[in-house]
C-alpha cells in the first residue's frame, strides 16, 4: 500500500492530474516512473499532451524548477478573463522586440501573461488584418489559454474559446489616444 502511494504523488502532484507545463501548455500525468540514466536512478513524470500528441518525460526532482505547476483555480482564471476585456497595449517598439516579448510569454506558463499577448493581438472582424507571424503567436497564445480554461472549467476547448471570445469582444471601443492623453487612459482602466 505505501509502495503504490509512494509511485502515485510526488511534489504534491499525483498520476491522473492535469497540470501546466510552461513551454507545451496543459498535460496530463499518465504515471510516475523510475528509469536508470547514467547509472543512476531517477524518478519521472510521464506528461502526455494530447493536443500535440507528445509525451513528456520530466525528473520529479526538477518539476518545481522548470515550472510545472497545477492548474489555476478558478478565481484566477476570472482575473485571466478580466485581463483579456481591457485596452490593448501594444508598446510602440519593432515587431521583432514585440514578438519575442510575446513569444516569452506564451511560454512563461503564466495565465495571465498568455491573457495579456491574446489582448494585445486580438483583431476584430472590422479591424485590419494581422500579419502572418502575429496571426501565429495570437493562435498560439489562444490554444493555450483555451486548453487551461478548458480543464479547470471542465468545459470543451472550443467552448473555451467561445468563453474568451465573449470575453474580448466586451472591450472598450478602441479609440486612436494621444501618448499623453492619460486621462483618457486611465478612465478606461477604472471602467
Request: no cysteine.
Given at each position: ?8 504523488q510526488?511534489q ?10 510552461p ?8 504515471a ?14 510521464v ?21 510545472m505547476r497545477?492548474?489555476?483555480e ?8 478580466k ?8 508598446k510602440?517598439?519593432?515587431w ?11 511560454n ?5 501573461s498568455?491573457?495579456?499577448v491574446?489582448r494585445d493581438l486580438?483583431?476584430?472582424?472590422s479591424q485590419?488584418?494581422?500579419?502572418y507571424s ?5 493562435e ?7 486548453r ?16 474568451i ?5 466586451k ?6 489616444v ?6 483618457e487612459?486611465?478612465a478606461d482602466?477604472?471602467?
Amino acid at each position: 500500500m505505501s509502495i503504490q502511494k509512494k509511485t502515485s504523488q510526488r511534489q504534491g502532484f499525483k498520476t491522473g492530474e492535469s497540470i501546466v507545463y510552461p513551454a507545451h501548455g496543459v498535460g496530463q500525468i499518465v504515471a510516475i516512473e523510475e528509469q536508470t540514466v547514467a547509472g543512476m536512478k531517477l524518478e519521472l513524470f510521464v506528461i502526455d499532451f494530447e493536443k500535440d500528441k507528445m509525451r513528456l518525460k520530466v525528473p520529479v526532482a526538477k518539476a518545481e524548477s522548470v515550472g510545472m505547476r497545477k492548474l489555476s483555480e478558478t478565481d484566477f482564471v476570472d482575473r485571466a478573463l478580466k485581463v483579456v476585456q481591457g485596452r490593448a497595449r501594444v508598446k510602440r517598439t519593432m515587431w521583432s522586440r514585440r514578438a519575442q516579448e510575446y513569444d516569452a510569454k506564451i511560454n512563461s506558463g503564466d495565465l495571465i501573461s498568455i491573457a495579456e499577448v491574446v489582448r494585445d493581438l486580438y483583431r476584430a472582424d472590422s479591424q485590419p488584418e494581422q500579419s502572418y507571424s502575429e496571426r501565429q503567436l495570437y493562435e498560439a497564445a489562444l490554444g493555450r489559454m483555451a486548453r487551461e480554461l478548458a480543464a479547470v472549467n471542465e468545459v470543451s476547448e472550443t467552448e473555451a474559446v467561445r468563453l474568451i471570445e465573449i470575453n474580448l469582444n466586451k472591450r472598450p471601443a478602441r479609440a486612436k489616444v494621444a501618448e499623453n492623453d492619460e486621462d483618457e487612459i486611465e478612465a478606461d482602466e477604472a471602467a
